[in-house]
């Protein structure tokens, strides 16, 4: 038996013990342990807690791993598409010919009106550059649930240059990329693959990347953690660059993984509850006017919910006196909701820097009643937008899809390489097939009893934050006692 030298390792990856075969009789305690020099025979801390470790990573990968490999294949198609969608719709958002003046705003959404009588007004996005059109998007009945029509106009002539279902900001292609990034298409059920994905992938990494520096310690190579090792042959070098990609990779795979569950059916509520509880949400600007603008402000109210003949009046006003506090494009503008609220102007600029300074106004008067500057956000709402934004590769522009694109890649060569790696240690005696055994269970055995007790509590705590990943470890629990409990029967005389 192998154990470890001077440098207080114990056994690799590669030669860890592996379970027995069920046509043999064996032991199944752990072994591996490591031992300090100097006759002290008890095991060190990272012997202890390694055979867990090697566990956990090895059943996640198998059991999450197609998972993970999913959302990398379909973020990487997500990240390749803003130019795309561009390009695809052109005529929709670009003009042919930059006139000497824009026309009202009031008379560029009169014509969206006339055009799109139907639903309501949710939005107008004023053009940013000289030959963008303008954005009057509105909330229909028609169209799937979180999509709008939106109806793009010239703000030189008020034609309407086209109509298309949007989902927020995104045209037709990146929505579609989108919603298979989040759902594969398959409604409220698909989201569990996502955030099964993003759930388990930080477990998978952190991991991943303890056992692989306890590998380099182990065999005095520890200042190549980031490169794999050239001559390497058959599962060393499937484990070089396993290892190595996982280095390059793992802080940004963290952040996705992090900012991912904010987006999950069940993760995603237990991060809105610590964000409300610890203040962390953005603030939002009070639209709320006083009772003497009532009056005036139903008057617009009607107006911008497609009241026939008034559907130009308001939009002018909001966007001069927003002009005047100190906006700038792009802006995001939203009629009143109810005939005592007032106009929200918004900044919208997601690249970086990013700006997202929030006014409402008063439709009768065009007083600034109310408003949020980005600055004041509490440090972690702005962490959170600017971390959501490098998500979807807003916030650095093409660097950032660059980025993406790059981690994407290997994200998918490194669970192609583990389940590489995973088959090639299959026992091949016999005409039968057999699946690769898995490390020796006892892994909490190993640990003193405080340890397993922090352990149990550390996951027991995580699958109260993440649903979906505590019913999936439950779920490979069982499936490992089952396993162990047949692979005991056929070993017993």
Known sequence: MKTEGATGMSYTPLEEPLEPSTDAVADVRPTGLAFPAGGDRRPTAWARIRPLLLRLHFYAGIFIGPFVLMAALTGLLYALVPQIDAMAFRDELKVDDVGDRRLSLNDQV????????EGTIA??????????????TLAVD????????TVFVDPYTAQVRGTLTTYGQWMPVRAWFDELHRNLHLGAFGRNYSELAASWVWVIAIAGLLLWVGHRKGTR??????LPDRGAQGLRGLLSWHGALGVWIIVVVLGLSVTGMTWSRFAGESVDKIQSHLSWNAPSVDTALSASA??????????????????EVGADTALQAAESAGLRAPMWMYPPAAAEEGWQVSENKRDWPARH??????PQTGAVTDRVNFADWPFMAKMTDWAIDAHMGILFGWVNQLL????ALAL???????????WRRRPTRGDRVHLPRPPRRGALRALRPYEALLAVLAVVGVGWFAPLFGASLAAFVAVDLVAGWWARRRRAP
Request: aromatic fraction near 6%; charge should be positive.
């Open 110 to 117: 009169a014509a969206a009106r006339a055009a799109h009588p």
């Open 357 to 362: 300074d929030s006014i409402s106004i008063d």
């Open 412 to 422: 998918i060569a490194s669970v192609v390489l583990g389940y590489r790696m995973w």
């Open 142 to 149: 028609d169209v799937p649930p979180d999509y709008a029509r």
């Open 404 to 407: 993406l694109t790059g981690v």
């Open 294 to 311: 009532g009056p005036s402000g139903g008057g617009h109210h009607g107006a911008m919910t497609g009241a026939p003949g008034h559907s």
């Open 123 to 136: 939005s107008i996005r004023p053009p940013t550059a000289l030959d963008d059109t303008t954005w009057v």
């Open 221 to 226: 190579k520890l200042r190549r953690i980031a």
